[in-house]
């Protein structure tokens, strides 16, 4: 299903948000969270993630939200034409997803009713 653009790939378990196809992570950081809507989640996620490297040369971002037990495991990153410090940006997402900042946002906006 596209959106706007935007590729939304669901299979048992798990959701991709990407630009393009195929899915390519050249730069990835993972981190997990509690129950949420996957979509949800993953939209707020891309859009910090690109407000955050939009200055990296030909980049489009990948978020892979995905069961894992009680939660999701959520993998932020994408595809990159130029040459990039690859270090550098993996641990600015790392950063990112665990910011207690953001992580309130996107889960206040993506939290399932009835869920404590």
């Known amino acids: 299903m596209a959106m ?19 899915v390519r992570f050249d730069l ?4 997990a969270f509690p129950p949420a ?4 989640l993953a939209l707020q ?3 910090d ?6 200055d990296l040369r030909g980049f489009s971002p990948v978020i ?3 069961e894992e037990g009680q939660g999701l495991r959520v ?5 990159a034409a130029a040459p990039f410090p690859r270090l550098d940006c993996e641990a600015r ?21 009835g869920l404590a």
């Open 37 to 40: 809507r996957k979509g949800r």
């Open 4 to 22: 706007r653009g935007w590729h939304m790939l669901r299979e048992e378990g798990a959701l991709t948000m990407a630009r393009h196809l195929p």
């Open 93 to 113: 997402i790392a950063a990112l997803l665990t910011s207690p900042v953001h992580r309130s946002r996107w889960l206040a906006r993506a939290w399932i009713e």
């Open 28 to 31: 990835c950081a993972s981190a």
């Open 45 to 47: 996620i891309r859009q």
């Open 75 to 79: 993998s932020a990153g994408g595809r």
């Open 49 to 54: 993630l690109w407000r955050m490297l939009q």
């Open 64 to 66: 892979r939200v995905e």
